[in-house]
Nanobody, 123 residues
Framework: QVQLAESGGGLVQAGESLKLSCAASGSIFRVNAMGWYRQASGKQRELVATISSGSSTNYADSVKGRFTVSRDNAKNTVYLQMNSLKPEDTAIYYC?????????????????WGQGTQVTVSL
C-alpha cells in the first residue's frame, strides 16, 4: 500500500556531513508528520527529528544545532541534513511517516517505517 524508501547513509569521519532522504510512495492521499529515528547497537530506537505537514520541527537535544529536518510535500519526501557528525551518531536511521492512504474510495491512516539506513561515524 505505502512504502518508504531511504537513501544517503554511509561511512564518514567525525566532523563530516551526510544527508538522508526518504520518499513515500504508493496509495497516498496525504502525508502528515514525517520523521527520523535511530537505533544504535544494543540500544532502543530513539527519536532524532520530526516535521509536521506544516513544517513545524522537533529535535532530540543531542542533535539540536547539528541536524536539520526538512520536507518536500510535492515529492512526499523528508530529508535529514546531518552536520558535525560524531561517533555517537553511529546507528541505523529509520524514516517514519504518518500517511492517509486511499484505495477504492476508502481512506485509512497508518504509520509506516522505512527499512533503515546505516550511518557510521569514525574518529
Amino acid at each position: 500500500q505505502v512504502q518508504l524508501a531511504e537513501s544517503g547513509g554511509g561511512l564518514v569521519q567525525a566532523g563530516e556531513s551526510l544527508k538522508l532522504s526518504c520518499a513515500a510512495s504508493g496509495s497516498i492521499f496525504r502525508v502528515n508528520a514525517m520523521g527520523w529515528y535511530r537505533q544504535a547497537s544494543g540500544k532502543q530506537r530513539e527519536l532524532v527529528a520530526t516535521i509536521s505537514s506544516g513544517s513545524s520541527t522537533n529535535y532530540a537535544d543531542s542533535v539540536k544545532g547539528r541536524f536539520t529536518v526538512s520536507r518536500d510535500n510535492a515529492k512526499n519526501t523528508v530529508y535529514l541534513q546531518m552536520n558535525s557528525l560524531k561517533p555517537e551518531d553511529t546507528a541505523i536511521y529509520y524514516c517514519n511517516a504518518d500517511v492517509m492512504g486511499s484505495i477504492g474510495g476508502e481512506y485509512f491512516t497508518n504509520s509506516y517505517w522505512g527499512q533503515g539506513t546505516q550511518v557510521t561515524v569514525s574518529l
